[in-house]
C-alpha cells in the first residue's frame, strides 16, 4: 500500500525507515538521559537529536528530489550541531565533518540538477533511468551515492 502526497511518498519501505529513525530517537533519548542529566545544554541535545530525527524520517519519505537536498541539509546541520557540543576537540570534530558533509551535499545538488537535466521532473516516482543510458546518469548515481555514503 502506497500514500502518495506531492512531496512525500509513504510506502513500506520508506514507513518502516521512518518507524525505525522513530525507535532509535527514543531509544536514543532514553538511554541519554542518566548521562546527560549532569550536563548543561539539555535543550540543545536533544532539540539537535529531535531535528536530526524528523529530518532522517523526512528524507526517508521524501518524493522530490528538492525537498530531499533541504531535508538532508537540516540532517547536516543537526549532526553539526550535535557534534560540536562539548570541548575545543569537539570543535574541531565538528569542522572537519562539516567540511567532509558540505562537500559531498554539493556532490549530491550537483547529481539531482544532473538528474533533472536527464529526466525534467524532481518527482522521484517519475524518474526512469537506466545507468547504461548514458554516463551522465552514471555520474548523477555516483554523486548521489557518494553523498548517502559520507552522512552515514
Same mark, same amino acid.
Do not use: H
Given at each position: 500500500?502506497?500514500?502518495?502526497?506531492?512531496?512525500?511518498?509513504?510506502?513500506?519501505?520508506?514507513?518502516?525507515?521512518?518507524?525505525?529513525?522513530?525507535?532509535?530517537?527514543?531509544?536514543?533519548?532514553?538511554?541519554?538521559?542518566?548521562?546527560?542529566?549532569?550536563?548543561?545544554?539539555?535543550?540543545?541535545?536533544?532539540?539537535?537529536?529531535?531535528?536530526?530525527?524528523?529530518?532522517?524520517?523526512?528524507?526517508?519519505?521524501?518524493?522530490?528530489?528538492? +525537498? /530531499?537536498?533541504? *531535508?538532508? #541539509?537540516?540532517?547536516? =546541520?543537526?549532526?553539526?550541531? !550535535?557534534?560540536?557540543?562539548?570541548?575545543?576537540? @569537539?570543535?574541531?570534530?565538528?569542522?572537519?565533518?562539516?567540511?567532509?558533509?558540505?562537500?559531498?551535499?554539493?556532490?549530491?545538488?550537483?547529481?539531482?540538477? +544532473? /538528474?533533472?537535466? *536527464?529526466? #525534467?521532473?524532481?518527482? =522521484?516516482?517519475?524518474?526512469? !533511468?537506466?545507468?547504461?543510458?548514458?554516463?551522465? @546518469?552514471?555520474?548523477?548515481?555516483?554523486?548521489?551515492?557518494?553523498?548517502?555514503?559520507?552522512?552515514?
Amino acid at each position: 500500500m502506497t500514500a502518495m502526497y506531492p512531496l512525500f511518498k509513504i510506502d513500506l519501505l520508506g514507513g518502516g525507515i521512518a518507524a525505525a529513525v522513530g525507535v532509535f530517537f527514543i531509544l536514543t533519548c532514553v538511554y541519554s538521559f542518566s548521562f546527560m542529566k549532569a550536563r548543561s545544554g539539555l535543550i540543545g541535545y536533544y532539540g539537535y537529536i529531535f531535528l536530526s530525527a524528523v529530518a532522517a524520517a523526512g528524507v526517508a519519505l521524501a518524493n522530490n528530489l528538492v +525537498l /530531499l537536498i533541504v *531535508l538532508w #541539509g537540516f540532517l547536516g =546541520m543537526g549532526l553539526y550541531a !550535535l557534534v560540536n557540543m562539548g570541548d575545543e576537540a @569537539s570543535s574541531a570534530a565538528a569542522k572537519k565533518m562539516l567540511v567532509i558533509v558540505g562537500g559531498t551535499d554539493a556532490l549530491m545538488v550537483f547529481g539531482v540538477g +544532473l /538528474l533533472y537535466y *536527464l529526466t #525534467g521532473t524532481f518527482q =522521484m516516482d517519475k524518474i526512469q !533511468l537506466s545507468i547504461a543510458s548514458s554516463r551522465l @546518469s552514471v555520474i548523477a548515481y555516483i554523486c548521489l551515492a557518494v553523498a548517502a555514503f559520507a552522512k552515514r
